[in-house]
């Protein structure tokens, strides 16, 4: 037989303790509570009312046990019940419990010193309400009889007293003494439930408001329950710690709110003490055999229950509103399988509607009112919510009592509870929440079992693209069962309350696979095989759930209506937008890919065979696989999606581009421009003699080494200049890998050519890489020129720029530095991919021009030229010319080294030129770049800004050639014109 206060299925956590914890007390304790408290009110009751009456109405107490029997049923005739009437409670029809054959029954209202008397064994009779309620509440003979010695001794002399009026506890722990119990540890744990009631009821709950922090009594009563956890306390009569126990008790329970005179104790009143109490008294009316049955002697025991009220402070609202919570409790924690519990608790709650339109706000009632039906909703919709889970086809009629359950519920709660806290469903149609919700956690359960199933085997949750595709199309075919399910089962009950019940499942379970299918296919993009056979069976769902909707709808339009909220899959457009997705993500790991090469290249050939960097590599391998599994897709593909395809990846391949170019600019190799000064022509060709021979130290053939102004000239490429060269690889392979991708573009059969006159790119012969192909044609171009000015101003500065002509224009020729640069060029040439090395020569060229002007118009104070050196400097650049002829097998043409060496040529030319010429040819050009005209007798001539871009009609570069003329005539002109100082020969 099931225990009341410990039943076999526990009730859902949001039905444990709705009121509240009351820490420190048990079922058995509140069990226990609730009978001392039922005895004494029935008991204080005065004869004139019946006192612990039978069933019918009182007589002279004159029953055996002194209860009003009279008119009880006789052995064997069953209780008609008005109450289970009501309440739609089944009778149990069983014949109305005898007592035991010569037991002893005692009464609590013997006025004769005799505790009771005992029935012949031939005497057989019903049991009285109250026998049954002892029975019902299990209590034993022992603390039956010592709760009815108590009262005896403290209703001697005052048999009307009220119940009301006595602080039982505080009686009990007075007259029972330690031998009245089996061992010192009973009465210990006894006393201490006696002490903790008296806590809860007036330190921690009282019904009247205590400041225990200013009220000496009960900072007394702490002390005294704290000390009882060790030991009991002295209980005698005239026992220190029996006066200070009862002082404070009474203290504490007569009190008054306005602090005036008082006719009740308050010591069981307090909130939630006395609702637990009563809820335990309540819980009694449960056949003690079938715990899902409702005793037929309900009546009268909800008749001595009712006599409680005035201890416990309840009133029939706070009576109605217990009843249909203990009523709605009983059916959960016995499993759920009385439904006339649940109705019953359903007809009560009419009651508690109709107390609660009449509540005033604010009291220990609404507060009450607002936790226990909270609580029923909570439970009902969490049901409602997943009825999939908890209803099936034997029990879906359950449904049809907790809608109106949870309906009545929520429209009491709607006075009570601020907006927001009742949920908003409420005031719309809350029947398709819950249809959405249960479908919504149907479909989630369907799909976890599945992926469960499909993923078993992977130890890391990764599937692969065939478990997707089998996943998506296994989860449609469940669902499609289902839905066939839930308008079969669900709907016909639902219909009461939804005018299109399996139209609103199908809406939910439409969009939830859609928000599957969106997820997986965004795993299976670069796998377009699998995402379309996916797509053919979400389609197939897709028709049935629309048709569901429309059978389920009262005529076509509002059909239509309810479609229309289903968003479609459309496979194609899925398709499209899937492959957009995929160009999106792929790009952006392309651009992290390429930032994460960017940060480690160091510009160093990928192998012998592949001159190029590795980065260069990893992105064209990038765009080549990402173009392959693009043309996979089995599908055609417009030539827009296409161009958004190839836009995408020239945004990858600029920014790759430009980082190429960010290898700084000629002009960071070229050196300072020295100041202009004016050649000493006093013992100068002496000083320099000398100046020459100290510095060069040595001039000999060490293996390739030769040494120039006491340095190592290098006679290899520089480390740094390689890597230029890499750079210049690198853009021609990615201009190779580009025109190959744009022939795979162009040639694939899959490209649907857009709808317009003028036709494809193929057939207008356009380039999906246009923009990259034209930017790698100038970056290589402005990479070659850096990497030439630095083969030339850096690498062979020592023997070129800083070392030609330096001290003597005779000694110091041109062929030592066109040895150098010839090896430096063999290696330039084994690094560079052929068909760069005409571009990278071109530039080296150019550079070559270039220093070759510096050296003769500034090369500082180390050079100094007279007229007579012309044929010398005019024999080493045709040296220089013919070098650029023959270099490299005519990957330089002739017409291209004469093009470039007219500017130095014109130079060379004003070298062979007299002073007097040149002063007046810069004097006429001066003038008249000037903008003064002719010059006047007393007109000064101009400095003319140094542009650095030399040529024979340019004054600056007359003027440079004037500076470094050894003859007394430019010396005067430099002097009298410009004042310039004498040039320091440096040591």
Not at 383 to 404: C, K
Not at 620 to 634: C, Q, W, Y
Not at 732 to 748: E, G
Not at 902 to 925: N, P
Request: glycine share 6%; proline share 4%.
């Amino acid at each position: 037989m099931a225990d009341q206060s410990t039943p076999a299925t526990s009730p859902d956590d949001e039905l444990l303790s709705p009121l509240g914890s009351l820490s420190g007390l048990d079922h058995d304790d509140f069990r226990e509570a609730a009978y001392e408290v039922f005895f004494t009110a029935c008991r204080s009751t005065t004869t004139s009312t019946g006192g612990l009456h039978g069933r019918g109405s009182g007589s002279d107490g004159g029953g055996p046990d002194g209860f009003a029997s009279a008119k009880t049923p006789g052995v064997g005739m069953a209780v008609i019940s008005r109450v289970k009437k009501a309440l739609g409670l089944k009778m149990v029809r069983r014949p109305r419990r005898s007592s035991s054959s010569g037991a002893t029954l005692s009464s609590p209202r013997c006025s004769s010193p005799r505790l009771g008397v005992t029935l012949p064994s031939r005497l057989r009779r019903p049991m009285t309400s109250a026998e049954i309620m002892r029975q019902q509440m299990r209590v034993t003979e022992q603390s039956d009889s010592r709760l009815r010695k108590t009262l005896m001794r403290t209703l001697v002399g005052q048999m009307g007293r009220r119940a009301e009026t006595i602080i039982l506890p505080l009686e009990l722990l007075r007259h029972l003494k330690p031998g009245e119990f089996n061992n010192a540890e009973e009465y210990h744990q006894w006393q201490k439930r006696q002490l903790k009631i008296l806590q809860i009821g007036l330190l921690r709950h009282p019904l009247i408001p205590l400041d225990k922090s200013t009220d000496t009594h009960a900072a007394k009563l702490e002390q005294l329950i704290e000390a009882s956890e060790a030991k009991p306390i002295d209980m005698a009569k005239n026992s220190e710690a029996m006066r200070a126990l009862c002082n404070s008790i009474i203290s504490l329970a007569w009190r008054s709110p306005d602090g005036g005179t008082t006719d009740v104790c308050h010591w069981a009143d307090g909130y939630p003490l006395n609702v637990e109490i009563y809820m335990t008294l309540l819980r009694s009316v449960f056949d003690l055999k079938d715990d899902t049955l409702v005793l037929d002697e309900v009546d009268e025991l909800l008749e001595l229950i009712r006599k409680t009220w005035s201890m416990l402070g309840i009133n029939r609202s706070i009576h109605n509103l217990c009843f249909a919570w203990v009523l709605f409790k009983q059916y959960v924690v016995t499993g759920q399988v009385e439904f006339d519990l649940l109705g019953a608790s359903l007809i009560m709650l009419s009651d508690v509607g109709y107390d609660a339109r009449k509540a005033e706000r604010g009291t220990i009632y609404t507060k009450m009112l607002v936790r226990l039906l909270s609580a029923m909703k909570r439970w009902g919709e969490k049901r409602l919510l997943d009825y999939h889970e908890h209803f099936d086809r034997a029990t879906v009629g359950l449904m049809e009592s907790i809608l109106p359950l949870v309906s009545k519920v929520t429209k009491i709660l709607e006075d009570y509870v601020p907006p927001g806290e009742v949920t908003d469903q409420v005031m719309g149609n809350i029947v398709d929440y819950y249809i959405r919700s249960s479908s919504a956690k149907a479909f989630v359960k369907v799909y976890t079992n599945l992926y469960v199933q499909i993923t078993k085997d992977n130890d890391v949750r990764v599937t692969k693209p065939e478990d997707l595709r089998d996943l998506l199309i296994r989860v449609a075919r469940e669902i499609e069962e289902f839905a066939s399910k839930e308008k079969d089962i669900y709907s016909p009950v639902l219909k009461k309350w939804h005018p299109n019940p399996h139209g609103a499942s199908a809406v939910t379970l439409h969009a939830c696979y859609g928000t599957m299918l969106k997820q997986h296919l965004s795993k299976m993009s670069p796998y377009m095989n699998e995402t379309i056979l996916a797509l053919q069976r979400a389609g197939k769902l897709e028709k049935a759930l629309i048709q569901m909707a429309m059978d389920g709808a009262e005529n076509t339009d509002k059909g239509k209506a309810i479609v229309r909220r289903m968003v479609s899959y459309e496979a194609d457009m899925t398709i499209l937008k899937l492959l957009r997705n995929w160009m999106q993500e792929k790009l952006q790991r392309g651009k992290e890919s390429l930032e994460r090469a960017k940060d480690t290249e160091i510009w160093m050939p990928k192998s012998k065979t592949e001159p190029f960097a590795q980065s260069g590599a990893e992105l064209i391998g990038f765009a080549k696989e990402t173009v392959e599994s693009f043309l996979e897709v089995p599908v055609n593909v417009s030539e827009n999606l296409v161009s958004d395809l190839t836009d995408g990846l020239e945004l990858l391949f600029g920014d790759y581009i430009s980082f190429v170019a960010s290898c700084g600019s000629k002009q960071g190799y070229l050196p300072t421009l020295p100041p202009l000064t004016r050649c000493s022509c006093d013992s100068t060709l002496q000083k320099l003699w000398k100046k020459t021979a100290s510095a060069i130290k040595l001039e000999h053939q060490n293996g390739n080494t030769k040494y120039y102004e006491g340095k190592e000239a290098r006679l290899s490429v520089s480390r740094g200049t390689q890597r230029l060269y890499i750079r210049l690889n690198t853009l021609h392979y990615l201009l190779v890998q580009l025109q190959s991708l744009d022939k795979t573009l162009s040639l694939s059969p899959k490209i649907t050519p857009p709808k317009s006159r003028f036709g494809n790119r193929r057939q207008l012969g356009c380039s999906y890489f246009e923009h990259s192909r034209s930017l790698i044609q100038a970056v290589s171009q402005r990479v070659a020129e850096v990497a030439a000015y630095r083969l030339i101003f850096l690498d062979t500065n020592a023997v070129f720029y800083r070392s030609l002509y330096a001290g003597d224009v005779a000694t110091m020729r041109i062929k030592p530095a066109l040895g150098i640069l010839r090896q430096n060029l063999a290696m330039v040439c084994a690094i560079i991919i052929d068909k760069t090395r005409s571009m990278a020569l071109k530039e080296v060229m150019k550079a070559c021009f270039e220093a070759y002007l510096m050296v003769l118009l500034a090369g500082g104070s180390s050079r100094v030229f007279s007229r007579k050196d012309h044929p010398i400097i005019e024999e080493d650049f045709d040296s220089l010319k013919q070098f650029f002829f023959m270099c490299g097998e005519g990957l330089i043409g002739n017409d291209e080294v004469a093009m470039e060496a007219e500017t130095v040529e014109g130079v060379v030319t004003l070298m062979g030129k007299s002073t007097e010429q040149l002063v007046e040819e810069f004097s006429v050009l001066a003038c008249e770049s000037s903008g003064i005209g002719i010059l006047g007798t007393r007109r000064k001539l101009p400095m003319p800004p140094t542009t650095g871009k030399w040529h024979s009609l340019d004054p600056n570069t007359i003027l440079r050639v004037l500076c470094h003329r050894n003859d007394r005539t430019a010396n005067h002109f430099l002097k009298r014109t410009f004042k310039l100082a004498k040039r320091s020969v440096s040591g």
